[in-house]
């Protein structure tokens, strides 16, 4: 089966967002309030300071057993390594562009990963083929700022941090055998220590598990709910 789900350029998610404004790790605010209904016909069903949910009406869930995960687009805060290099005065602790995407690419094989594990703990087969029985989760986690990222330069670098950065997921659920879109997630999360600690690439991993294990176990909740599975 051919899937031709329509994909989405940067720009359209970042409108679609507009419910939601993450300025800093320790700021998650509401902006404009979202429409009540999308563009393609969504009615909104959850508004808050952190989450915005559209849900097809009609839309039923019970007949997925199973799930197919695309890929993940990641895509960092506007001028976000702009501005964390104003702010580093050695060129050897600047975040280059290969960086940015080594970043990138960790992200979106760790969001792999964690949500592939949190969703066969919860009774839902992880799939890369489309049948009716499959619901396709297509996933994008944009608005990425890192506090301190360790971009592996020579020398000692050390960075003590209460926060190691924020985003915001954006999930479309679809049908895959009609190619339809059935609701649409968008929840903005920052990292919150409860103390200071030294920041690298473990410990920025860390926190960003802590937060895709939250997304994660939040859809398997809502997707069993909505299935009527106690």
């Given at each position: ?66 799930v ?79 506090t ?13 941090i ?19 879109i ?49």
């Amino acid at each position: 089966m051919k899937l031709s789900i329509p994909l989405r350029p940067l720009g359209v998610l970042i409108t679609l967002c507009a419910g939601l404004t993450l300025t800093s790790p320790s700021d998650v605010s509401a902006a404009e309030p979202p429409p009540q209904v999308s563009k393609d016909g969504l009615q909104l069903k959850t508004h808050t300071k952190q989450r915005v949910v559209y849900v097809k009406p009609g839309a039923t869930f019970n007949q997925y057993n199973r799930v197919m995960i695309l890929d993940c687009y990641v895509e960092m805060q506007k001028d976000w390594q702009r501005n964390y290099n104003a702010n580093v005065g050695d060129p050897s602790r600047q975040v280059g562009d290969q960086d940015v995407q080594r970043m990138k690419n960790a992200l979106a094989a760790e969001f792999k990963k964690v949500f592939t594990t949190q969703l066969q703990k919860g009774g839902y087969q992880v799939t890369n083929a489309p049948a009716p029985d499959v619901l396709l989760l297509r996933p994008a986690i944009i608005d990425v700022q890192v506090t301190a990222p360790d971009i592996m330069s020579s020398g000692m670098d050390v960075n003590v941090i209460t926060s190691a950065g924020s985003g915001t997921f954006y999930l479309e659920l679809w049908d895959p055998s009609t190619n339809t879109i059935l609701a649409r997630v968008l929840d903005a999360q920052a990292d919150q220590q409860p103390f200071a600690r030294q920041a690298n690439s473990i410990t920025n991993r860390q926190a960003a598990d802590i937060i895709l294990t939250r997304w994660a176990d939040d859809l398997v909740r809502h997707l069993d709910a909505v299935r009527g599975k106690t």
